[in-house]
């Protein structure tokens, strides 16, 4: 039967996207994407507000705290995500109950504060948050200075000329590190998903046929061969498609934060994630049909299926780790380059020609699998009454290739 592949491959898309176990988790995946890609955005354009005590008759402190909450200077300019409500309050008592009672967040003195120093002193019940303290610092800082220029007869613009300094980064590339991190963590997540999702289904589509004795029927019509490959094709098609969704709800979600900036470099590394990941599904989808094939019940998949949930488990853990030389490393060793090198072109560091050699060398580790792969499954399919070895299976098909 000639273009039998076609009609398993057909066959298997079509089981895979009615499984509502499948589209359930899919479903849930995407959620989770769209949740976290909208917490973020929320935790980065949202305004904290905060009110801050002063008491009455502390006119250094009551000046800091409207040049913040009107801003203006320095401080107040770079940090719009704060907001500052002035509480007057009597005394120092009165300032202390407003902190207990939560009427106030934080409480600024300046002169002799609460402690009997000298200087400033922002107080809370607990200890004041770390952005309105940074706010608060820097606003004093530039209150203070610019009143000892005032003194000494000059101006903080002459004072600070001149001190000004500029950020370069001279690889060229705009990524931020912990952003290159976040995509190695991404990158690993969808692979990791993808390989053991749609591989565990190969896994028991092969021993479900195999079980039932079904496979010994189909085995008459369809060369084992084709039927190995339209499995293969089939679930290949079905990982790449749910990557690919996974990758445009990220990448669009992407588009809606602060990190739209960096969406062309983004979308080049998912370009190039998706090719090094449908070249190496293959391989990984072939090794499934394998370990679904030398189990004899459905109960032997665990056994059977426990190296290479170990393999995709560790490639998960090192590669969104990994960095330096041993990032340099992994992504020219498969199943590894899948996240690794597409990871190092998002970072920059990566030349023109190496993704290229990288992918050269999981075709060629692609290609080895399935040639491996196909022979064991031959040898191992028709065998029943307990689990197979790969040994067994490699040694002869011992006439069990029935229809290859």
């Known amino acids: 039967m000639r273009n039998a592949w076609m ?37 980065e354009s949202r305004t904290q507000s905060f009110d801050v005590a002063v008491v009455a008759g502390d006119e250094s402190a009551a000046t800091a705290l409207e040049s913040a909450a009107d801003g203006r200077g320095a401080a107040s300019a770079s940090d719009d995500r704060v907001e500052l409500t ?30 009997g120093t000298d200087g400033w002193t922002l ?59 976040m995509a190695g963590f991404v990158l690993a997540f969808l692979f990791f998903i993808g390989a053991v999702g749609s591989g565990a289904m190969i896994a028991g589509s092969v021993i479900e046929e195999k079980q039932s004795r079904l496979v010994e029927i189909i085995a008459t019509a369809v060369p084992l061969r084709q039927l190995l490959a339209g499995k293969i094709i089939g679930s290949s098609a079905i990982a790449l ?29 998912m370009v190039w994630f998706v090719v090094f990941f449908t070249v190496g599904f293959v391989a990984v989808a072939a090794l499934y049909a394998v370990a679904g094939s030398l189990a004899s019940r459905t109960e032997d998949l665990q056994y059977t299926t426990s190296p290479l949930m170990m393999l995709l488990m560790g490639v998960y853990i090192v590669t969104f780790s990994a960095d330096g030389v041993l990032e340099r ?13 597409p990871v190092r072109v998002l970072n920059g560091d990566a030349l023109w020609w ?41 040694a002869g098909e011992r006439g069990t290739t029935l229809g290859a």
Not at 90 to 114: F, P, Q, R
Not at 146 to 173: F, I, K, Q
Not at 374 to 394: F, I, N, P, S
């Open 7 to 43: 009609v398993v491959a057909t066959r298997e898309i079509v089981v895979r996207a009615l499984n509502k176990g499948f589209l359930i988790g899919l479903a849930v995946t995407i959620a989770m994407i769209g949740g976290l890609i909208g917490f973020t955005s929320y935790m």
């Open 86 to 115: 002035v509480v007057r309050v009597d005394d120092a008592a009165a300032a202390e109950a407003a902190l207990e009672d939560e009427t106030a967040d934080a409480w600024l003195s300046s002169g002799a504060g609460v402690t």
């Open 123 to 181: 107080s809370g019940w607990r200890d004041p948050d770390s952005d309105l303290a940074q706010l608060i610092e820097t606003t004093v800082r530039d209150q203070v200075l610019a009143g000892h220029a005032s003194d000494a007869g000059t101006t903080m613009s002459a004072l600070t000329a001149g001190s000004e300094v500029e950020t370069e980064r001279l690889d060229g590339n705009p990524v931020d590190p912990q952003i290159v991190f």
């Open 241 to 269: 498609g749910q990557n690919l969704l996974l990758a445009g709800v990220g990448l669009v979600g992407v588009s809606f934060t602060d990190l739209s900036a960096i969406l062309p470099a983004m979308t080049a590394t």
């Open 329 to 341: 490393v992994l992504s020219y060793i498969p199943p590894a380059s899948i996240v690794s090198m």
């Open 354 to 394: 190496e993704p290229l050699v990288s992918l050269l060398v999981l075709v060629a580790a692609t290609v080895g699998a399935v040639l491996l792969s196909e022979r064991a499954y031959r040898g191992a399919l028709m065998q029943t009454g307990g689990r197979v070895t790969w040994r067994t299976a490699m």
